[in-house]
């Protein structure tokens, strides 16, 4: 660390790493900005509209699967991690377990997701993505209906946390 800046912007995740710098999450103070009403979705799987037309099954699959790996990573991190080292060896297990449970924690098992599953988009947050994104960015707005395919989703029981 240098010291020439008061804040910065980051991931929640990049907290994992300061301890390599020798900083303490005790010697931060974490300013979400959903805390000040910049509630916008972030993630996302993305494909062409062109490729979801051709392929639904494919896109259901992938969609399926990524809901069971998101549970079956918050029942349990340390199977997730172990699936990581075993794809890469050289990962540090303690660095990656504190960033999986970091992003558990803070932008999977939101409150929202608790009550509603998983993938239960709000769409009027999703309009107020859009709006914010094309504002700032100067970009042409789209519906919300035209990026957001909920008939791609499995059924509502399995996307629900236990």
Do not use: C, W
């Amino acid at each position: 660390m240098q010291g020439l800046a008061d804040a910065t912007t980051a991931l929640i995740t990049d907290l994992a790493g300061l301890k390599h710098l020798n900083i303490s999450e005790d010697d931060l103070s974490v300013m979400r900005f959903s805390d000040y009403g910049v509630n916008l979705y972030g993630h996302a799987l993305v494909t062409t509209s062109e490729f979801a037309a051709k392929n639904p099954d494919v896109v259901k699959k992938v969609v399926k699967g990524v809901a069971e790996a998101l549970k079956a990573s918050i029942a349990n991190p340390d199977l997730a991690i172990a699936a990581i080292k075993k794809r890469d060896p050289l990962v540090d297990e303690a660095l990656e377990r504190h960033r999986l449970d970091l992003v558990i924690k803070n932008a999977i098992v939101t409150n929202h997701v608790k009550k509603a599953g998983l993938s239960a988009v709000d769409m009027d947050r999703m309009k107020n993505t859009i709006d914010i994104v094309t504002a700032t960015f100067k970009t042409p707005s789209v519906e919300a209906r035209s990026i957001y395919h909920s008939e791609y989703l499995p059924p509502r029981s399995e996307l629900m946390l236990p």
